[in-house]
């Protein structure tokens, strides 16, 4: 089966690269060890890994994908998830979805046997067959454009549904993580604040992340919601893991991403920590379900 293509509504490839292509090695230094570059859930006593594996883990749970055929993943990062459903979960193909060839090659180079890294949109995707669950973390904030209008920004979420909807086998599940506006209102431009102004510009061109509305009316009648979560409090605690993982590599950091680069993630990473611990910033974790259309 495969899926009518559609222009893409968000951030271009070379919005995606400018930020995810710095340098992979950039990122290893205050990424934990599955590469996981979102939120991760945290318990008391955990380390990065073991909370981002518990992240993992749980979307996989959330969307039924444990044992599954085929499993698609929307934005699949350096393959976090993809391993995890193949070595860990007894998945029989995994598919990951990347704008960033570099984030494609890292998965390429793991050799993980049933993983399949595609650079490509999922405008662009076509699925061979039906897939049994998708899971997309941390690429759903990517999906509107700054200078999208209201309409534009649930027509293009709204067609994102659409096709994970057309894509899953009846009965299916998406579990789906994006960061979002909490108590922070959307402004235009010339009222943004100096942070967010910053973030939009130097660290997230052409991304503007969704309101917990655009989410609702977007997937009505194509998925039920059935479960939500804002974590807010555990992006604030990996953003202050990383900050601090960074700091301790500012040699290494500074000679790969330069002096202007590392000043630029480490305030990033503290204005997100400071977002994202007082509600400024959401985290949506949503499990929702296949709706059988009539």
Excluded at 98 to 121: D, Y
Aim: charged residues 25%.
């Amino acid at each position: 089966m495969s899926a009518i293509n559609v222009d893409n509504p968000g951030a271009s490839s070379e919005a995606i690269q400018y930020h995810y292509d710095v340098g992979n090695e950039f990122y290893r230094l205050w990424l934990d060890p599955t590469f996981s570059y979102s939120g991760a859930m945290w318990e008391p006593g955990d380390t990065l890994e073991t909370a981002q594996l518990r992240k993992i883990d749980f979307h996989i749970a959330q969307a039924g994908a444990r044992g599954a055929e085929r499993v698609l993943d929307v934005g699949c990062g350096w393959g976090g998830v993809l391993r995890r459903l193949a070595e860990t979960h007894g998945v029989g193909k995994a598919v990951g979805l990347t704008l960033s060839r570099a984030q494609a090659e890292w998965i390429a180079g793991l050799n993980v046997p049933n993983v399949e890294a595609r650079v490509e949109s999922w405008s662009e995707h076509e699925a061979e067959a039906h897939y049994d669950a998708i899971i997309s973390i941390g690429a759903f904030e990517h999906f509107a454009r700054l200078d999208s209008s209201d309409s534009e920004r649930i027509e293009g979420y709204r067609a994102f549904f659409a096709r994970c909807h057309d894509w899953l086998k009846p009965g299916g599940r998406l579990s789906l993580q994006t960061f979002a506006y909490g108590s922070a209102r959307r402004r235009e431009e010339g009222q943004r604040t100096a942070g967010t102004q910053f973030l939009a510009t130097e660290i997230f061109p052409e991304t503007d992340p969704p309101r917990l509305a655009d989410l609702v009316a977007a997937s009505d009648g194509l998925f039920e919601i059935e479960a939500l979560r804002n974590d807010h409090k555990d992006y604030a605690a990996t953003c202050k893991e990383w900050l601090k993982r960074l700091r301790a590599h500012r040699h290494e950091a500074t000679r790969l991403v330069g002096k202007d680069g590392f000043t630029r993630y480490e305030r990033y990473l503290q204005l997100s920590t400071v977002g994202f611990d007082i509600g400024y910033l959401a985290l949506f974790r949503l499990t929702l379900s296949r709706i059988r259309t009539i």
